[in-house]
């Protein structure tokens, strides 16, 4: 099955040569071709997720090409490489991300005065070798096929066998891929790469850009699935992460992104970690543990431009595209930094995203910078919910600010004073006034708990022994109590002293629910002004936590 609509071949009267003027031109065409079809390949990703982007980044990559090209001099010595360089910065998505790759061969091709089929041979090892598990039927296969075909030839002919290679290539991962076959679509990073191709096609031959997308190799076009349908059978080995997460690294060596890219292999999935031979790198995972993900590139450099995207974010079926460039999905979020997966289900629940971490892991400000950017909202209300955790909740907030958002951090001493500031927002309140209320909750919240003794030891209210348990309040030991049930009530009485309308409890890891439930009982019979809360939180330093407010 031929496309249809190319005039006779032009051949042009010298014989083209891939120099950087031939090269900028071929961006400028290929982000023209990609803008075309930009809509068509977005409707048809579905592998390695199906979130209708692969289009859109493919194109932003491109542009940044483009816009690196735009004010430098097209005679001088570094254009293409500077040219490659913009991809690399700019790539979006994996897609983006194995494009730069082809840049990057084109433009080393173009220095060392090698020709397109070396070029493209060099930009397929790259590609292929930056991403950790290669699969059959995706734009890497069709790199391999017009790279085998453009092998040994001029470049005009070179040129069109690369296209024509990569157009049957395309057809053909319908079948060679499961994730295609079962949605009826051919790979949209491959046809992607063929748009490009043949913008090149078109320059040195004269023929005319394609109009028509490469159909799948069987008999006739099977319906394509509704995005419904597709975003349903996220396939490629992602339905389990929640999050695209990408940096740029610098002056990181090869062995050092090897042992990077085999890090991230362990955290997620569809990794790609492509640099531009002078030591800076373009990092992309899809993962759930973002921080993880940060600490491991903070292990060989310095993260910037870290990007995340959540895929719950992605826009509904039918819904107007994102334009180009756009970053938030959202007006507002709550961001909450919490300890364990219980409290973590909790914050969602009450409608905060969260970032989640283990007892006594550090938390980096570029962590929870990329946190802040994976709500996607333009105004964000940060709860660090430990004291020690608001000097980096304030550096992040000005990193995240910088990048374009806006931040307020919420100043709060324990997860239950967060948890109060979260109970009170209220998105169609006015932004100021909102986060007002919030610290006002947390402020007006008033915490304790309870730990079970270790060691003999003298306190303010005398000598304890191991297994006494100790009432904790404002870091100081208020009551000694023979058990956690006494323990839990003559806290409880002690902090409502002072007054209060709400008690909420948090019951920490191993801890029997019996326990929420007599201090519940008690409080209802001695006060019964005062509304109980039980929550288990799962925390593995307090038995249990108490709030009251």
């Not at 690196?68 to 293409?80: F, N, S, T, V």
């Not at 041979?121 to 890497?140: D, F, I, W």
Request: a negative charge.
């Amino acid at each position: 099955m031929r496309l249809t609509g190319y005039p006779p071949r032009v051949v042009p009267a010298h014989e083209p040569v891939l120099d950087a003027a031939l090269f900028v031109r071929w961006v400028a065409a290929a982000a023209e071709g990609l803008e075309r079809h930009c809509a068509e390949i977005d409707r048809i990703n579905v592998f390695p997720v199906a979130d209708g982007d692969t289009g859109s980044n493919m194109l932003l990559t491109m542009r940044s090409a483009v816009a690196e090209a735009e004010p430098r001099d097209r005679r001088a010595p570094d254009l293409a490489a500077a040219v490659a360089k913009g991809a690399l910065v700019g790539a979006r998505g994996n897609s983006g991300v194995l494009l730069s790759q082809v840049l990057r061969g084109v433009a080393d091709a173009v220095a060392r005065g090698g020709d397109l089929g070396d070029a493209l041979a060099a930009a397929a090892t790259a590609a292929r070798s930056a991403v950790s598990r290669p699969r059959p039927g995706t734009m890497l296969t069709v790199l391999d096929e017009a790279a085998a075909a453009a092998a040994g030839k001029e470049l005009a002919d070179a040129a069109t066998a690369a296209a024509d290679a990569a157009e049957r290539a395309v057809r053909e991962t319908t079948a060679q891929l499961p994730e295609l076959a079962r949605a009826g679509v051919v790979d949209a990073g491959g046809l992607g790469l063929y748009v490009v191709l043949d913008a090149l096609a078109g320059l040195v031959t004269g023929r005319a850009p394609t109009e028509t997308v490469p159909l799948p190799a069987t008999t006739g076009r099977p319906p394509l699935r509704s995005r419904e349908a597709l975003v349903g059978e996220r396939e490629g080995g992602s339905t389990d992460f929640e999050y695209e997460v990408m940096y740029l690294l610098d002056g990181v060596s090869s062995r050092a992104a090897d042992a990077l890219r085999d890090e991230l292999d362990q955290l997620g999935d569809s990794v790609a970690v492509v640099g531009d031979g002078s030591g800076t790198w373009n990092v992309h995972v899809h993962c759930s543990d973002i921080g993880a993900v940060i600490e491991a590139g903070l292990a060989v450099g310095r993260p910037r431009r870290i990007t995340v995207v959540r895929f719950a974010d992605t826009p509904a079926p039918g819904a107007a595209p994102e334009p180009a460039g756009a970053r938030f999905v959202k007006a507002r979020a709550v961001l909450m930094v919490v300890t364990g997966s219980e409290i973590a289900q909790l914050a969602r629940e009450a409608g905060a995203d969260v970032l989640e971490r283990g007892p006594d892991e550090p938390v980096e400000p570029a962590a929870l910078a990329a946190a802040i950017a994976g709500t996607r909202a333009r105004h964000v209300v940060l709860l660090p919910g430990e004291s020690e955790l608001t000097a980096v909740a304030e550096r992040a907030a000005g990193m995240a600010r910088r990048a374009g958002q806006d931040v307020v951090v919420v100043p709060t001493s324990s997860v239950l004073q967060a948890l109060s500031a979260l109970a009170v927002h209220d998105p169609h309140r006015r932004a100021g006034d909102d986060v007002v209320a919030m610290a006002e909750a947390a402020a007006g919240t008033r915490t304790a708990a309870l730990m079970v003794a270790e060691s003999e030891a003298l306190t303010w209210v005398g000598r304890c022994e191991p297994g006494d348990v100790l009432g904790i309040a404002d870091g100081e030991v208020v009551l000694i109590a023979p058990d956690l049930a006494v323990g839990a009530l003559w806290l409880a009485h002690r902090m409502l002293t002072a007054g209060g309308e709400i008690v909420t409890a948090l019951l920490g890891a191993g801890v029997d629910d019996s326990l929420g439930e007599g201090l519940a009982a008690d409080l209802r019979r001695t006060h019964p002004e005062v509304d109980v809360v039980v929550h288990r939180g799962g925390q593995t330093d307090y038995p249990l936590v108490l709030g009251v407010e």
